[in-house]
């Protein structure tokens, strides 16, 4: 039986290891790169057509915390194509959903509480870092031979840096791109580490930390009008 119990402890701890339960391309990460040069039409991000959402996992992907974020920004075609493209994300705009929370579960704590707890000095610091961004560095078309993505109809591959709390790294995903002569639309769904912008909860190995997956997931439905 102790053999038993010990191997079930094994089992669990390896299990609750794992990362989230997203299905999201993972991103590829680099140092930060060239900006990409605006150039071409500009095309504004409409906010009223446009959405982030996010979700986060405890280990195992076990009770996710999803929401929103709202951003502002442009996007540049050139040659029917992405050219270049900087978006500000407002981190005082992060709202959790109320279907993420069963206060049942949490002590009478709410969405709103989370709120709080995202943005004080736990995780995003937003009085000292109300914006994050991410600026595109390079577009590229989307090879199926190589590439692979959860979007059945990716389009391209976007490299961007992304920027939380003055840390930047760039990230590469998968993309579907839709083009108009008024219009561009970008939609992508992703995971990026939030331990690769120093996002813990505590010190390094805090138990706190430890129950939080490492893995974000960031959903972008973005439409960019002339």
């Known amino acids: 039986m102790r053999k038993l119990s010990a191997l079930t402890i094994v089992a669990a701890l390896a299990f609750a290891a794992c990362g989230g339960n ?28 446009s959405s ?35 978006f500000t994300i407002d981190m005082n705009s992060l709202r959790t959903d109320d279907d993420a929370v ?22 995003f610091e937003v009085e000292k870092y109300p914006t ?15 590439d692979q993505s959860v979007l059945a109809d990716a389009t391209n591959v976007i490299s961007g840096n992304l920027t939380i709390k003055e840390k930047t790294v760039n990230i590469s995903f998968p993309a579907k ?3 108009n002569e008024n219009e561009v639309i970008v939609q992508s769904k992703f995971t990026i580490n939030r331990q690769d912008w120093g996002l813990t909860y505590g010190t390094d190995g805090d138990p706190k930390d430890w129950m939080i997956s490492q ?12």
């Open 102 to 123: 069963d206060v049942a579960k949490t002590g009478g704590k709410t969405a709103a509480d989370l709120d709080g707890h995202l943005k004080n000095e736990d995780f």
């Open 22 to 49: 997203s299905n999201a391309d993972k991103v590829q990460t680099s140092t930060a790169q060239e900006v990409a040069t605006e150039k071409g039409t500009v095309f504004q991000l409409d906010r009223a057509s």
């Open 52 to 86: 982030i959402k996010w979700k986060a996992y405890h280990k195992g992907g076990f009770d996710p915390r999803f929401g929103t974020l709202e951003s502002e920004g442009t996007l540049t075609l050139e040659n029917d194509a992405i050219a270049s493209g900087k």
């Open 132 to 146: 994050s961004k991410l600026e595109i560095t390079s577009v590229r078309s989307f090879d199926p031979a190589k």
């Open 177 to 179: 791109v839709s083009i």
């Open 215 to 226: 893995e974000v997931d960031l959903e972008f439905d973005i439409t960019a009008k002339k």
